[in-house]
């Protein structure tokens, strides 16, 4: 009786399992870019180039993240998107979008990118 059960609620345990996994990832992913995005917008309030922002952005962020820079003359805006998927190399892939924005230092450029 107890091989009954088992073989009825293991698919469950693992069902269980898989959509935990995927929650790590995608949780653990939209915290590398809400950290990113910060950094980002960091150095661009300094003044650093939006090449520099990029580049910075892009090794903090998920693999394949996109990074929009954008700004006036007082505040600067960094924007990361990326799709990820959750379960590996399955086809579904998950949107993400983390944003933040800084106050321009004195003197830093006003060239957003």
């Given at each position: ?19 935990a ?49 954008t ?8 924007t ?34």
């Open positions: 009786m107890v091989t009954a059960e088992t073989a009825v609620v293991l698919p469950v345990l693992l069902l269980v399992l898989a959509g996994v995927a929650a790590v990832t995608v949780v653990g992913a939209q915290l590398r870019c809400v950290d990113a995005a910060r950094e980002g917008a960091r150095a661009a309030a300094r003044g650093e180039p939006a090449a520099t922002v990029s580049r910075l952005v892009g090794e903090l962020a998920p693999a394949g993240a996109a990074t929009r820079v700004g006036d003359a007082e505040e600067v805006r960094v990361v998107a990326v799709r990820v998927p959750p379960l590996g190399p399955f086809p579904v892939a998950v949107p993400l979008t983390a944003a933040a924005v800084a106050v321009r230092e004195p003197g830093s450029a006003e060239d957003p990118g």
